[in-house]
């Protein structure tokens, strides 16, 4: 079977050649036919001439474009070398290269169609509480909406078909997610195998600090919810709304029964307004999941 092996990288030459070298290593002694891909998202280091060096097939954006358009650009150029299976894996050197022959072996026994490396089933060197908690939350998440048990919805070492890499990923802030939802969704069979998760030698790129990446994954999650489960997000919101506005009606009369008056007619305007303002958002969310589907 044809493998490519796909990398995205923005600077990072101090682990792309040995990302690579592993790669080539571990591939070889398997004998396995295989191709290496790194896309570089418009590196102001040496990270493509690394790659090159080394015999990776790279393309390069002129620009910074981000992971997601990154992804997408990863997706396609990988399905022009026209493989079998196609693994996606960091080039921060925190998966270890030596276990794709784990990821790929359920696609290849024709068990899985995406295999994804969880780093809650395997062992994680290093992981900050903030950044452990808010995947944990991702995977609860992706879990609910696909009624399919995933322990790391985030991980970036995974392994899928050709058919799988050609579904349409739009999603410029939740596609590790959208990859997923969207297999399980178009009947593939997804598994996943344990993964070894090292701890990254520099600082992140991916999280400033505790504080933005908890604000970001909280975002991020609502994302999800908006846009697979919109009957339920905006469920939840409308439903507030009503609440708050039944509430505050309930208390008008008993005002009304007590003292015989409301207690001013914005008290009456603001629950009128509560509950037109769910109705009307329970309605988007039932016009969004009819466009959904």
């Known amino acids: 079977m044809e493998i490519c092996i796909t990398i995205p990288a923005y600077n990072e030459e101090e682990t792309i050649g040995s990302v690579i070298s592993k790669i080539k290593k571990v591939m070889e002694e398997n004998k396995y036919n295989y191709k290496i891909l790194v896309i570089d998202d418009g590196s102001k280091d040496n990270t493509a001439k690394i790659a090159k060096e080394l015999g990776a097939i790279v393309f ?46 359920p696609i290849i026994d024709k068990k899985a169609d995406i295999v994804l490396g969880s780093r809650f089933k395997g062992k994680i060197e290093s992981m900050p509480l903030i950044k452990r908690l808010g995947n944990k939350a991702f995977s609860k998440v992706i879990s609910n909406i696909t009624k399919t048990k995933i322990s790391d919805g985030q991980t970036g070492f995974r392994a899928f078909t050709k058919e799988v890499a050609k579904m349409n990923i739009q999603s410029d802030h939740t596609y590790t997610q959208e990859q997923i939802i969207k297999a399980v969704k178009n009947k593939f069979r997804l598994t996943e195998v344990p993964a070894y998760f090292a701890k990254r030698k520099d600082k992140s790129r991916l999280m400033k600090n505790p504080f933005d990446y908890a604000i970001k994954a909280w975002v991020n999650i609502l994302r999800v919810y908006r846009d697979y489960e919109p009957l339920r997000f905006f469920g939840y919101f409308g439903g507030a709304f009503i609440t708050i506005g039944l509430l505050l009606g309930i208390w008008i009369l008993i005002t009304l029964l007590k003292t015989g008056g409301v207690g001013g007619i914005p008290r009456v305007i603001l629950s009128a307004l509560f509950i037109m303002t769910g109705v009307q958002i329970m309605l988007f969310g039932f016009l969004a999941d009819m466009n959904r589907k």
Do not use: C, W
């Open 60 to 105: 390069s954006h002129q620009k910074n474009n981000g992971l997601a358009e990154t992804f997408r650009t990863e997706m396609k150029k990988a399905i022009e070398l026209n493989p079998d299976i196609i693994v996606h894996i960091d080039a921060d050197n925190q998966y270890i290269p030596s276990e794709i022959p784990n990821l790929i072996k």
